[in-house]
């Protein structure tokens, strides 16, 4: 099966701009996740979904990020205005029920904001 | 809260030979779930193993196996006869028993393999 697939790789943006990314979970998956790891530390969960209803967005700075999920497939996660300790890869997980509930990750998106 | 502490930050081994990480957590949940996730230059998240938290015995998959130690909350990954692929960052992951529940990372520890 494919896997989660997200775009872009990479992107640079100065600060104050906007940005998306865009994440395509396993089909099937209904758990969706957004992590965000900073230069030298461990993932984070920034928001996640199950089907198109947030479960835990706790740590989602909401006064610049977002994000959706249409239709319970596809996400987005939109950062607006971008600030330079925004810096860092954007991970998509997807959750199988079908094997003892391992989440399965994208290849992330680098951000850098200068 | 929960928290993951990995305390070396890189290390490295020759080819062939056995290198151990290190792994603590803190929780107050009796039931919960352990992971080792690789993470190449490329980035994407590879699990390695895991670990049930009522489970006594300890898990292996081929080269890689843990030493769970549930009293002392600590949860280390040996990898035998190393391989040159097997260079990359190691994150240790925490996860509650809720089996969609967010995972919880380490810092991460970064292993070099040399020939």
């Known amino acids: 099966e494919a896997g989660v697939a997200q775009s872009p790789r990479y992107k640079i943006i100065e600060k104050r701009q906007s940005v998306a990314f865009w994440c395509n979970p396993i089909?099937?998956?209904?758990?969706l996740y957004w992590y965000q790891q900073i230069l030298g530390q461990g993932p984070k969960l920034l928001i996640q979904?199950?089907?198109?209803?947030?479960?835990?967005d706790s740590q989602l700075p909401k006064d610049r990020f977002s994000a959706e999920r249409l239709k319970g497939v596809d996400s987005t996660l939109k950062i607006q205005p971008a600030k330079l300790e925004d810096s860092a890869v954007y991970l998509c997980?997807?959750?199988?029920?079908?094997?003892?509930?391992?989440?399965?990750f994208g290849p992330g998106t680098r951000l850098t904001v200068t | 809260a929960q928290t993951v502490t990995q305390s070396q930050p890189e290390m490295s081994v020759q080819e062939a030979e056995t290198v151990t990480l290190s792994c603590t957590y803190d929780?107050?949940?009796?039931?919960?779930?352990l992971f080792w996730y690789k993470q190449p230059p490329s980035r994407q998240m590879i699990l390695v193993i895991r670990?049930?938290?009522?489970?006594?015995q300890n898990a292996t998959e081929n080269r890689f196996s843990v030493n769970f130690q549930k009293a002392a909350k600590s949860f280390s990954l040996k990898i035998s006869d190393s391989q040159l692929g097997d260079a990359a960052m190691y994150f240790c992951a925490y996860k509650r028993s809720y089996n969609t529940d967010k995972l919880i990372f380490g810092t991460g520890t970064r292993l070099q393999v040399f020939p």
């Open positions: 089909s099937g998956h209904a758990t």
């Open positions: 670990q049930e938290a009522y489970k006594q």
């Open positions: 979904f199950q089907n198109n209803g947030v479960v835990d």
């Open positions: 997980a997807s959750l199988s029920r079908d094997t003892s509930y391992e989440q399965y």
């Open positions: 929780t107050s949940e009796s039931d919960y779930y």
